[in-house]
């Protein structure tokens, strides 16, 4: 099939779009970007943005163009910006106004909700969703098939920015199949394990297990599953 682009897209050098892709009003695709089949890129997005850095203590940013690749089937909604090396397998939803930093990369299948922040060098593992306005900080991993409601918020430092970058800005390790309830934080330097549930408005301050039910300020185990 052909594909369809608006007279209104930037697109950069070295695009390479494959078949079936739509490109609405407005979009800036800067160069080097790779775009699957059956694509759709609502008005007003913006992939392949270069970080800019505010502040001398700030880390190193790059500013060589890095390779951005989108794979198939993937649907990036209005007002949706995606920067420098960011990976996203087939089958994702970037919902509208969702920011994902540079070098990121989601597994596939993967739902990113309205007005999320994904902080730079975040990888996130195949069949997870995160709804809206959840902010997910720098270096976070996150295992696959995770449930994030919406306001979720990770922390990658204890400096408070005060520091400016150091290589301990490391945000927390999550496996697989764990369920957040809205408004969650979870702090740095922590794991969490595989298919706990973390009740609304927790706050988890340490490392935990796996099969657990956790709630509370900060949060307690409140009972353990059976599996
Ligand atoms: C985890 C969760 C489901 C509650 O689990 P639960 O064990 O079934 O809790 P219950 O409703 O039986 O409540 C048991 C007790 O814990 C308290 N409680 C429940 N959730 C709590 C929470 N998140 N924080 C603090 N206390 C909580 C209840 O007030 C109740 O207190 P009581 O014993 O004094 O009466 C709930 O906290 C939660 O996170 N819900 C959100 C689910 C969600 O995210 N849905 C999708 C949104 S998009």
């Known amino acids: 099939m052909m594909n369809n682009i608006s007279?209104?897209?930037i697109i950069g050098k070295n695009v390479k779009l494959g078949d079936n892709v739509t490109i609405c009003n407005n979009v800036v695709i800067y160069d080097n970007v790779t775009i699957?089949?059956?694509v759709y890129i609502w008005d007003n997005v913006v992939i392949g943005k270069k970080p800019m850095g505010v502040s001398t203590n700030f880390r190193?940013?790059?500013q060589e163009d890095k390779p951005i690749i989108i794979g198939n089937n993937c649907?990036?909604?209005?007002?949706?910006?995606?920067?420098?090396?960011?990976?996203?397998?087939?089958?994702?939803?970037?919902?509208e106004h969702a920011i994902i930093r540079e070098d990121t990369e989601l597994k596939g299948d993967d739902i990113i909700?309205?007005?999320?922040?994904?902080?730079y060098g975040v990888t996130i593992g195949e069949r997870t969703r995160i709804l809206n306005n959840?902010?997910?900080?720098?270096?976070?991993?996150i295992g696959k098939e995770n449930f994030i409601s919406w306001g979720v918020s990770t922390v990658s430092d204890k400096h408070f920015g005060n520091d400016g970058?150091?290589?301990?800005?490391?945000?927390?390790v999550i496996g697989d199949n764990n369920s957040f309830g809205p408004n969650v934080t979870v702090l740095s330097n922590i794991s969490i394990g595989n298919n706990n549930t973390?009740?609304?408005?927790?706050l988890i301050s340490k490392t935990i297990g796996d099969n657990g039910v956790y709630y509370g300020v900060p949060a307690k185990l409140v009972k353990t599953k059976d599996v």
């Open 113 to 119: 909700g309205g007005g999320t922040l994904i902080q």
């Open 134 to 141: 959840s902010i997910i900080s720098s270096k976070s991993k």
């Open 198 to 202: 973390i009740g609304a408005c927790a």
């Open 165 to 172: 970058y150091t290589e301990e800005t490391v945000g927390p």
């Open 36 to 38: 699957g089949d059956n």
């Open 7 to 9: 007279k209104t897209a």
């Open 75 to 95: 649907v990036i909604a209005c007002g949706a910006i995606i920067y420098q090396n960011v990976k996203i397998g087939d089958n994702c939803l970037i919902s």
């Open 60 to 62: 190193k940013l790059q």
